[in-house]
């Protein structure tokens, strides 16, 4: 049974940088794909990230050239560096962990899930 806890969130103006972390407990985390979700206020949850067991990334279109996912596996945690923030940036962050990693980031696919952390950019 995995657990999943996110930390780095907080308030930056426009232009700004904030780096999310995901640690991974209690389970192998080389076995999972692993990526950030994100839900805007009023809206649904949406895939940002993933990265998979091999370290290759994947985007979301709206965050291409100014987000980074990476993993440090030997601590077992996932990372978001988050550059050039824009305010419809502004979301609550998740951390997810599951079996695939797909370029349409279905919310199927992943079966542990974090806290989320909240990330807002003021214009």
């Known amino acids: 049974q995995a657990q999943l806890v996110e930390s780095g969130g907080g308030s930056v103006p426009s232009g700004g940088s904030l780096r999310l972390s995901c640690v991974v407990v209690?389970?192998?985390?080389?076995?999972?794909?692993m990526a950030w979700f994100r839900q805007p206020p009023g809206k649904e949850r949406e895939g940002v990230a993933n990265?998979?067991?091999?370290?290759?990334?994947l985007y979301a279109d709206a965050v291409k050239g100014r987000f980074t996912i990476s993993q440090d596996g030997a601590k077992k945690t996932l990372y978001l560096q988050m550059d050039n923030l824009k305010p419809e940036d502004t979301a609550i962050y998740y951390c997810?962990?599951?079996?695939?990693?797909?370029?349409?980031?279905?919310?199927?696919?992943?079966?542990?899930w974090g806290q989320g952390t909240q990330v807002t950019v003021s214009s």
């Open positions: 997810a962990a599951g079996h695939l990693c797909t370029d349409d980031f279905s919310l199927t696919d992943f079966g542990y």
């Open positions: 209690g389970t192998t985390y080389s076995a999972y794909c």
């Open positions: 990265i998979d067991r091999d370290g290759t990334p």
